[in-house]
């Protein structure tokens, strides 16, 4: 295990060598903000790998999938949407390793469609995936989701394994599905396990150990096996990163023993989302109110729960720093307050723990007018945004050798109502 390099600084003018004020005089606020340069540090981290395969739900922005194309990363799609994604940032679903796989424990109609239509390669997280390919796609190749029976999350919302997961197939079920799979003339070549979001090593050699026993049982068809995604990124500090060596070092041994036994070569993927992307991004806000409610002080946002909703959803916890717009704070003292946003919900707070308990952070004092900088929000930041309480989802910059590339605009009132309609009035 290693720590993050730096302490999460609580102050901050720049990002990615650009000053937040100017970034924010020209693009408003909230605002997300990715630096590319760390993205292609993660990249880099994970070269040991034969394949990179990008979970795109974790930030889905075509300029951020072209740019992750051009560094030799493939990605899965866990929609429709998500394969028009891939295919407009120029992913090519029928290269080798293929560009786009369909990943996911249901085909939607759109989506069977489309894998039909496009021939897309699938990794069926269900025994009723295998036969509905089969019916429409007989003689495919499919790699399978297992659910070990074991599951592991930074929250029961992320835990994607054990009896409890809607996730994968049961690893009990090996056997019928290799018996749907003959029906149809359909050849397993990969077995996949995604385990959960926040792996750790522990849990790591059960899952090696699980896959191995069940790539025994479907045999000398498969040809690849995925680590599935997981990796955790540190958000506070005393959290680390898990050891790549080591990580690797355990996924490696399980694919040269498969290898030993079947006597061919085996590709070993790992499918990240958050470890590529989560410290690439921050969302900046406005503070608009700085108030006093008994012992408490807020800082109220012009950002919500609908431009960053880990908080509300998972308790999830982001670092937070303060710009300060002209003028220097008297001290370095630090203030304890609660940072929220402009919702009208009471739970529309960024400081708050699971079950919804509201904490403190201790931050710089500030203003009115001064700019407050959530941190580590690329990943589950802007994708999982919204529209409610009639807000314009927040515009996202690239950062990238020096120049700042807008990669999608602020919305606008005609975003918001687009697709509605008003009928005609009901007859008096
Ligand atoms: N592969 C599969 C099959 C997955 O279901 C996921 C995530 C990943 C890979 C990528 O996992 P990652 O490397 O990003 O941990 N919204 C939550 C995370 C949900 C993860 C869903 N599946 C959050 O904000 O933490």
């Known amino acids: 295990m290693s720590s993050p390099d730096a302490l999460f600084p609580v102050v901050r003018s720049q990002i990615a060598g650009q000053l937040i004020e100017s970034l924010v005089q020209q693009y408003g606020t909230p605002c997300y903000v990715y630096d590319m340069a760390t993205i292609r540090q993660k990249v880099a981290d994970l070269q040991a790998f034969d394949v990179i395969r990008y979970a795109q739900k974790a930030c889905s922005n075509i300029a951020i999938l072209d740019r992750l194309r051009r560094l030799g990363v493939v990605v899965d799609a866990v929609s429709a949407g998500e394969v028009q994604r891939a295919l407009s940032a120029g992913f090519d679903p029928h290269s080798d390793p293929h560009g786009i796989v369909y990943t996911a424990d ?14 897309l390669h699938v990794n069926c997280g269900s025994p009723d995936m295998i036969d509905q390919l089969g019916r429409v796609a007989p003689g495919s190749s499919v790699t399978l989701r297992i659910n070990p029976g074991f599951g592991h999350g930074h929250s029961q919302k992320t835990n994607t394994g054990g009896p409890q997961s809607k996730h994968g197939i049961w690893h009990e079920e090996i056997d019928s599905c290799l018996r749907l799979a003959d029906v149809h003339n359909i ?9 959960g979001s926040g792996t750790d090593l522990e849990h790591l050699s059960q899952v090696c150990e699980s896959l191995e026993k069940i790539a025994v049982q479907v045999g000398r068809t498969l040809t690849s096996i995925s680590a599935g995604g997981g990796l955790p990124v540190p958000y506070k500090q005393g959290q680390s990163y898990v050891d790549l060596g080591r990580y690797y070092q355990l996924w490696d041994q399980t694919r040269k023993h498969l290898e030993g036994l079947f006597g061919h070569r085996l590709r070993l993927e790992i499918e990240p989302g958050r470890y590529l992307v989560a410290e690439s991004g921050f969302l900046i806000a406005e503070i608009r109110s700085v108030k006093k409610m008994g012992q408490n002080t807020f800082y109220l946002l012009d950002a919500g729960f609908n431009d960053l909703a880990r908080p509300i959803l998972y308790g999830a916890y982001h670092p937070i720093s303060i710009c300060h717009r002209g003028h220097q704070p008297p001290g370095n003292e630090l203030v304890e307050v609660v940072v929220g946003g402009p919702l009208c919900e009471s739970g529309d707070i ?27 929000a690329g990943a589950y930041g802007f994708v999982m945004s ?11 910059l690239l950062i990238e050798d020096g120049q700042i590339h807008c990669i999608r605009s602020r919305e606008t009132y005609e975003d918001l109502i687009r697709g509605e309609k008003i009928p005609p009035p009901p007859k008096a």
């Open 106 to 119: 249901v085909f939607d109609q759109e989506a069977l469609a489309m894998v039909k239509r496009l021939g």
């Open 187 to 195: 050849a397993i070549t990969g077995l996949h396990m995604h385990i």
């Open 350 to 376: 960024f400081t708050q723990e699971e079950g919804g308990f509201v904490a403190k952070r201790s931050l710089p004092a500030a203003k009115v007018g001064d700019l407050l900088v959530l941190e580590v």
């Open 386 to 396: 919204s529209n409610y309480n009639g807000r314009f989802r927040a515009p996202e």
